[in-house]
């Protein structure tokens, strides 16, 4: 369940923000005074796949992980979001305003978030705030050509080499299996790659 937000979020949104492109407290304003928040539990889910999903979220702190079930029932990892940062832009994980993805916290953490139309809304009055929405699709699209590169390019320890590039320790907070899935790999081939690479 949503509730009201600190200044504290709201700092932090903007500052999450201003990592893709500029934006004033004015810009962001409308956006600012709808942002509603939510503490979640490690195990916790902020999304269901199937769910209603009409909002744009920020992970304040924590990390959540994004995945999905694959034909034979198997979850596979999609992706890890380790706040502050913000979660992958609606129109890229819902389709016909339903969630496509879950996106489940692995350890306490803090997301707030405001509805998808208001952004666009907002987006249409104000320049910044269209340049700050392309920014982040933007940044969506590559990421996710990136990984669609890596997964058919890439051996197996490259990708892991680039895992921990991007995101430092990630190792020491997620279940090893999780990671395995996200890179494609079985988890005894995981294993088998961090002695070799040092863990």
């Given at each position: 369940?949503?509730?009201?937000?600190?200044?504290?979020?709201?700092?932090?949104?903007?500052?999450?923000?201003?990592?893709?492109?500029?934006v004033?407290?004015?810009?962001?304003?409308?956006?600012?005074?709808?942002?509603?928040?939510?503490?979640?539990?490690?195990g916790?889910?902020?999304?269901?796949?199937?769910?209603?999903?009409?909002r744009?979220?920020?992970?304040?702190?924590g990390l959540?992980?994004?995945?999905?079930?694959?034909?034979?029932?198997?979850?596979?990892?999609?992706?890890?979001?380790?706040?502050?940062?913000?979660?992958?832009?609606?129109?890229?994980?819902?389709?016909?305003?339903r969630?496509?993805?879950?996106?489940?916290?692995?350890?306490p953490?803090?997301?707030?978030?405001?509805?998808?139309?208001?952004?666009?809304?907002?987006?249409?009055?104000?320049?910044?705030?269209q340049r700050?929405?392309?920014?982040?699709?933007?940044?969506?699209?590559?990421?996710?050509?990136?990984?669609?590169?890596?997964?058919?390019?890439?051996?197996?320890?490259?990708?892991?080499?680039?895992?921990?590039?991007?995101?430092?320790?990630?190792?020491?907070?997620?279940?090893h299996?999780?990671i395995?899935?996200?890179?494609?790999?079985t988890?005894?081939?995981?294993?088998?790659?961090?002695?070799?690479?040092?863990?």
């Open positions: 369940m949503l509730s009201s937000t600190t200044d504290a979020d709201r700092r932090a949104v903007l500052g999450i923000a201003a990592g893709f492109a500029p004033s407290d004015a810009d962001f304003a409308p956006l600012l005074q709808a942002l509603e928040g939510r503490d979640l539990a490690a916790e889910a902020l999304l269901h796949a199937g769910q209603a999903d009409a744009e979220f920020f992970v304040l702190s959540v992980r994004l995945s999905v079930g694959d034909a034979q029932g198997r979850e596979v990892t999609l992706g890890f979001c380790a706040g502050p940062c913000v979660l992958p832009p609606s129109i890229t994980r819902t389709r016909d305003g969630s496509r993805i879950d996106a489940t916290a692995l350890e953490s803090r997301v707030a978030g405001f509805d998808a139309a208001l952004l666009t809304a907002t987006m249409l009055r104000h320049p910044a705030v700050w929405g392309d920014a982040v699709l933007r940044s969506e699209l590559l990421r996710k050509a990136d990984r669609e590169w890596q997964l058919a390019a890439l051996p197996a320890a490259e990708r892991l080499a680039l895992l921990r590039e991007a995101m430092p320790g990630l190792e020491q907070r997620v279940a299996r999780l395995a899935s996200y890179l494609g790999v988890p005894v081939t995981l294993s088998r790659l961090r002695r070799q690479l040092g863990t």
